[in-house]
């Protein structure tokens, strides 16, 4: 399912236009994004916990030259589901 499918799916289950649907999306991925951002987490109950992970930096290497590198650090975004989500998909 991407975005766009996504969105009808929304806008047909709460029974509000696409638009409306595009907005709330959108809003929530805007939310979500400043929220970890800051270095918080998100829970909600029963769907899942968004929050961020800090990989440290490591060594790699380039599998075209065999080079050893230095990959940075980083932070990404981490989602754990929650037990209803979980028994859902079940």
Known sequence: MNKTEFIDAIAKEANVTKVEARKTVDAFVSVVGKTLK???KITLVGFGTFSVLSKPARKGRNPRTKEVITIPAKKVAKFKPGSELNELVK
């Open 38 to 40: 800051k270095g918080d």
